[in-house]
């Protein structure tokens, strides 16, 4: 249930940054001062802890959605359904270890 849960979370956040998305890059043909400024705004340690948070979420919508693949045209799927699980969470792990610490080296100084 928990996995159910987590897709339908992230799926909503990753639709929620792509709106937030379309709309800051529309500025760009209507003010590109405005756009300017808005972007500027965005490069800070809190959003750039909101974009690991982004790729956390589409890392883990995008594995479980393979999950959810499997399950239902596998016909063996349901059988290994918690087993695909913590595959999921494991490539999701080495996937984000892979990741974070050269994103947060960027975010906060460290080249």
Known sequence: MWS??????TGFAIFFFLL???LDTSL????????NAVIGTYKNPV???GEAGLVA???FH???GLRIVLIDFWSKGVKYQKVLFWIVLGLFVVTMAG????HLMHVFGGN
């Open 28 to 35: 760009v043909r209507v003010a590109p001062e405005t756009y």
């Open 4 to 9: 159910w849960v987590a897709h339908r979370v």
């Open 20 to 22: 937030v998305h379309v």
């Open 57 to 59: 979420a589409i890392v």
């Open 99 to 102: 990741f974070l610490p050269r």
């Open 62 to 64: 995008a594995f479980n």
């Open 47 to 49: 959003m750039g802890l």
